[in-house]
């Protein structure tokens, strides 16, 4: 059987779920209903990240416990989640139990393998990132990320031998090349892989950060906040049992954003060597949304929330909008005025006036009745029919190389189609003599095959939109005639739905 294990990052709980959280889990989503639909057996894991410095400091903000806090703030983000409706299969906390306990049994596999030991170090730390600095990441001195000098630490900690495996990993990425994709952030690794990679300080001492992860060899430390995290990735399945994690774990696919690679890229992959756990099987990594050509940032006051869009112009909408105006793995641009022009125009008039116009025909003449086809049929039929077969394929080329966004092109491209066969048919002007009334009736018949199609197609995207439309063309959820082969849809007397406007125009003042 087909399997995919699709992860997303566990979010910090320092901050609310924004439009960049909000962009992994929809390109993961639509990529975990797709394959779920084509009959993979598919685990798509998603989570929060609660331990570490900048946890403890958020709690201390907000005068909670830190395990109140974690709390309250994992319990937004998955009722915001909920919400959006992403469909994830379970979703982890690093502070749950079987959690604490796995990253407890892999520190010790590496600890008694001789691949974590103790030393004292001094370097230069940045609290923001919780992670030490080399002089050749910072700039002008400073950390890259939060612009402010690190603070020259010396302390006693205990180190993973990551270097032990530089060439092992910099090998398996140089034969693997969909091991990192796209490719510039493959490029990125290796450039890592090809310096001399430092041995990794895995532990803070409890007299600097007791929020954490107790390291199980000695009770004086907790764990690195990344060595914990990242291990959520198996220990999801193995919570599950030995026999999900074989049967996922060998189809795992982690999607993460461009900030997060070194740890995806060069540490994860590191610690699952040591741990004696095969590596996994894609990294894809995303761009950055910027909003409005600015970064978006609290203090600026520009974050766009999921909810927000999900009020002001529906989370089907809003998610067609991120996924057609992005390439997967660069950077976007979230602009008002390009959401509003998208909509108006894909989602308004294409995808809109489309079903509307064809319900409205077919209530018009035929209250609604579908009507048979007939044995011959014209060569703007045949078209018709072959441009959804294409588009199928098409699709699942496109996802299975991440481009989204060419998937809803190749759509939007028989949505086109689709309008032109109307024009080419021209079912209003025939219906003017009645002589032709069997062929309008084919001609809608079609029509409404293709819609029937739209919504197959639309539904890892559009969610609620391909069920509007399933509901529309009068079949219940998960009703066999909408897999059915074109023209095996309808059975004879089939009556669908008067026609409903899905998305009502957006007028922007002084546009009219
Ligand atoms: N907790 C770590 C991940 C640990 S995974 C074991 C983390 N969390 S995060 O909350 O800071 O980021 C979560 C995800 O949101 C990352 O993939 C990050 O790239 C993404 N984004 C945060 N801001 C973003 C944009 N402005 N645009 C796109 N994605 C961005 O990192």
Not at 431 to 441: E, I, L, Y
Not at 489 to 501: D, I, N, Q, T
Request: proline fraction near 5%; charged fraction near 25%; aromatic fraction near 12%.
């Amino acid at each position: 059987m087909d399997r995919i294990y699709i992860t997303t990052p566990l979010y910090y709980v320092n901050a609310e779920p924004h439009l960049g959280s909000a962009y992994t889990m929809i390109l993961s989503d639509t990529l975990a209903r797709y394959y779920r639909a084509k009959g993979y057996e598919t685990f798509y894991l998603t989570g929060t990240d609660e331990h570490g410095d900048k946890i403890a400091q958020a709690a201390a903000n907000a005068k909670l416990d830190p395990k109140e806090f974690t709390d309250q703030i994992s319990a937004t983000f998955r009722a915001v989640w909920d919400e959006c409706g992403f469909a994830y299969d379970h979703f982890i906390r690093t502070t749950d139990d079987y959690h604490i306990s796995y990253v407890q049994e892999v520190l010790n596999t590496v600890y008694q393998s001789g691949d974590i030991y103790f030393d004292r170090y001094s370097g230069l730390y940045c609290f923001g990132c919780e992670r030490f600095y080399t002089d050749k990441e910072l700039v002008n001195g400073k950390c890259p990320d939060h612009l402010i000098e690190p603070n020259l630490i010396e302390e006693e900690n205990y180190f993973f031998r990551m270097s032990k495996y530089q060439d092992h990993l910099l090998r398996h990425i140089e034969t693997h090349p969909q091991f990192i994709r796209p490719e510039g952030y493959r490029n990125e690794v290796l450039a890592m892989l090809r310096e001399p990679v430092e041995d990794l300080c895995i532990s803070r001492p409890k007299s600097r950060l007791t929020w954490g992860i107790e390291l199980p060899f000695d009770n004086r430390y907790v764990t690195y906040v990344w060595f914990d995290a990242l291990i959520n990735y198996v220990s999801a399945l193995k919570r599950r049992g030995e026999g999900e994690f074989q049967k996922f774990w060998p189809e795992a696919q982690h999607f993460i954003g461009k900030d997060i690679v070194k740890p995806h890229g060069v540490f994860w992959p590191t610690m699952l060597l040591a741990a004696g756990l095969p590596l996994y099987k894609h990294l894809n990594v995303h761009g950055y949304w910027t909003v409005e050509g600015k970064k978006m940032s609290k203090s600026i006051g520009n974050t766009i929330s999921p909810l927000e869009m999900k009020q002001t112009i529906g989370m089907d909408a809003f998610r067609y909008f991120v996924l057609r105006e992005s390439v997967f793995g660069q950077d976007a641009d979230f602009r008002r005025e390009s959401l509003i022009g998208r909509y108006n125009a894909d989602l308004a008039n294409n995808l809109g006036n489309l079903v509307s116009r064809v319900l409205a025909m077919q209530g018009k003449y035929f209250a609604g009745v579908v009507q048979p086809l007939g044995k011959q049929w014209t060569d703007e039929d045949n078209e018709l029919k072959s441009v959804y077969e294409k588009v199928e394929s098409e699709i699942g080329r496109h996802l299975a190389e991440l481009q989204f966004h060419r998937a809803l092109e190749v759509l939007w491209a028989a949505l086109d189609h689709t309008n032109r066969y109307i024009v080419q048919t021209s079912p209003f002007t025939l219906m003017k003599d009645p002589a032709n009334q069997a062929r309008v009736g084919e001609i809608l018949h079609h029509l409404l095959q293709a819609i029937c199609q739209l919504a197959r197609l639309l539904k890892p995207f559009m969610p609620d939109t391909a069920k509007e439309l399933q509901s529309l063309l009068a079949f219940t959820e998960g009703d066999p005639a909408l897999e059915a082969s074109w023209g095996n849809s309808f059975a004879a007397g089939h009556k669908v739905s008067s026609p409903k406007v899905l998305f009502p125009r957006i007028e922007v003042p002084g546009n009219e």
